[in-house]
């Protein structure tokens, strides 16, 4: 009496391996150029002369038209704003923060901003503009 029982041979298809690699390429490739930078649709205001900056370490704050303010392209408020300045200021205290308001935003709108920086002692502060 046999009672050997019969191995089948396992094998791994590596045909569609390559295949797969080349579909997990291109979907890295794709998701590595999304930019996840929030803006807000702004007219920049021009300016004869401007000064370049480095955006490494910028935070961002938007006043629209309306007088909306967003922080890093998120709505926001002034609370959240002087909340967010004082811990930025905490763990890097060499950021700079770029106020980018609209070209027809009215300027108390961009003056209640300057209070909280004013209130806060904030120095390091930029005028987003575009070149003329």
Do not use: C
Not at 7 to 19: C, E, G, I, R, T
Not at 51 to 80: C, F, H, M
Not at 111 to 120: A, T
């Amino acid at each position: 009496m046999n009672l050997r029982r019969n191995k089948k041979k396992f094998a791994v298809p590596m045909n569609s391996m390559s295949d797969v690699a080349f579909l997990l390429l291109i979907f890295i490739m794709l998701v590595s150029l999304i930019n996840y930078r929030r803006e807000v649709k702004i007219d920049y205001p021009e300016a004869a002369a401007a000064q370049r900056t480095s955006a490494e370490k910028n935070l961002e704050i938007w006043v629209d038209k309306g007088g909306a303010v967003y922080l890093d392209g998120a709505p926001s408020n002034l609370n959240a704003i002087e909340v967010a300045i004082t811990d930025m200021y905490r763990d890097a205290p060499d950021t700079r923060v770029h106020i980018i308001a609209d070209r027809d935003t009215p300027f108390a709108e961009v003056n209640k901003v300057l209070q909280v920086l004013q209130f806060l002692q904030y120095r390091v502060v930029s005028f987003v503009v575009k070149d003329a």
